[in-house]
């Protein structure tokens, strides 16, 4: 998500994330609720039941959203949780993706594209910062996972899943080429 669209929101997610941390204060909860919204997801994608399937993936990325804010709610921002988060949101887009792919074989094209450009993004990302060579260069960034998932929602409760698969591919080959140049560059 863009840098300033996510400090814009980022107090309403945080007082979000206190109320609900009194309740429920367990971060790894809603990591794992996003998990099991996305298969579910898949499967209402699979069956072509785009209402649905767009509803929880509206469900699965709020998850995502809040886990972190609960974390800092209840002070138990981790290493470990940050590793959790980052790897099931991997399992979640796959599932996805899949559920998108199995319900038209055309569509599997499609899905392995778009799936395999956001993962690109997302090592781009992890690799530069694991090589720890200071602040991560920033470019426009249109691809990042909060764009991609902003799209299908929108198309995939249209109707028109294929017009938001190639919006994710275009964007996210754009993000991965910019990061590329950009990373490769710095270093």
Do not use: H
């Amino acid at each position: 998500m863009p840098e300033g669209v996510r400090e814009k929101f980022s107090p309403y997610f945080q007082s979000l994330g206190n109320q609900i941390a009194k309740v429920a204060p367990w971060p790894n909860l809603f990591t794992f609720l996003g998990l099991a919204f996305a298969l579910v997801s898949a499967y209402f994608l699979y069956m072509g039941e785009f209402i649905p399937g767009g509803l929880m993936i509206i469900l699965s990325g709020f998850m995502d959203a809040i886990d972190g804010s609960v974390a800092r709610a209840i002070n138990k921002v981790s290493r470990r949780g940050a590793f959790l988060d980052s790897n099931l949101d991997r399992l979640a887009e796959f599932a996805i993706y899949l559920g998108i792919g199995l319900y038209r074989p055309f569509l599997m094209i499609l899905s392995f594209l778009a799936l395999g450009f956001s993962l690109m993004v997302s090592y781009s990302r992890a690799r530069m910062e694991g090589l720890k060579v200071g602040d991560r260069p920033k470019g426009i960034e249109i691809g990042e996972r909060a764009e991609r998932l902003g799209v299908l929602i929108i198309f995939t409760l249209l109707g028109y899943i294929e017009i938001g698969l190639y919006i994710i591919i275009v964007i996210a080959a754009i993000t991965f080429i910019e990061r590329l140049y950009i990373y490769y560059r710095s270093l």
